[in-house]
């Protein structure tokens, strides 16, 4: 059963429409991300979040939005896509508190992905 | 602007060799460094973490770290066609340890 689920795994859609992302986790993670994967440029982080009342820009957060509905969802919003926003997304998140089973505290558990592509 | 730097590749090593990955970074500060295995078409999974200088083993991987050089290695030894895939560098922001800076990645391809 996968942890971190993303939907839809694939999206075409014209310029200027709005589009959602979707992610849900069932790790208990409190943090969680969003990046896009571009050829040549690896991932760049969107948004972040530490919890339900705690959302951060990332690197390129501009032209996007997002929404912590609850500890497992976190959505990303294009409010009007635009074709250089086409791309690869992931949604990620991380338990810092080296809850898991892992030994490592830091790492990033990635959703599939969503390949995004704007016309 | 924080940097991770890659060589995009291909790599190409022979069934059985020593694949050797390279990344450097720009923050002289950073602390904590994982690679990322990424198969076509599929999500990043963490292989392995350092934060100390010096070599971390695992199985057949071993990282690598030289923080004077400002530069963190990957080795996979015995080489697998299975090990072929795009190979991501992370390096955790200095000042918010909730921020991950990643390279663009090395193609790897292990020839059988």
């Known amino acids: 059963d996968a942890d971190v689920t993303q939907t839809p795994r694939n999206r075409i859609t014209k310029t200027g429409k709005r589009i959602m992302l979707e992610c849900s986790q069932t790790?208990?993670?409190?943090?969680m991300y969003w990046y896009r994967q571009d050829p040549g440029l690896g991932l760049r982080l969107i948004y972040y979040?530490?919890?339900?009342?705690?959302?951060n820009k990332g690197e390129i957060s501009d032209g996007y939005s997002v929404s912590r509905q609850a500890q497992a969802k976190f959505s990303l919003s294009l409010e009007s896509a635009i074709p250089n926003q086409t791309a690869l997304y992931f949604c990620?998140?991380?338990?810092?508190?080296?809850?898991?089973?892992?030994?490592?505290?830091?790492?990033?558990?990635f959703g599939p992905g969503t390949r995004l592509t704007v016309l | 602007q924080k940097e991770v730097e890659q060589n995009s590749g291909p790599l190409s090593v022979p069934e059985g060799a020593i694949a050797s990955l390279n990344c450097t970074y720009s923050d002289r500060g950073s602390q904590s460094f994982f690679w990322y295995r990424q198969y076509s078409g599929k999500s990043p999974e963490l292989i392995m973490f350092i934060y100390s200088n010096g070599d971390k083993e695992d199985g057949r991987f071993t990282a690598q770290l030289n923080k004077a050089s400002q530069y963190v290695s990957l080795l996979i030894r015995d080489s697998q066609p299975s090990d072929s895939a795009t190979y991501l560098c992370?390096?955790?922001?200095?000042?918010?340890?909730?921020?991950?800076?990643f390279g663009s990645g090395t193609k790897l391809n292990v020839k059988p």
């Open positions: 992370a390096v955790r922001d200095l000042y918010n340890f909730n921020k991950f800076y």
């Open positions: 979040s530490f919890d339900v009342k705690d959302i």
């Open positions: 790790k208990g993670h409190d943090r």
């Open positions: 990620a998140t991380s338990d810092p508190e080296g809850q898991g089973a892992s030994s490592s505290t830091d790492t990033q558990y």
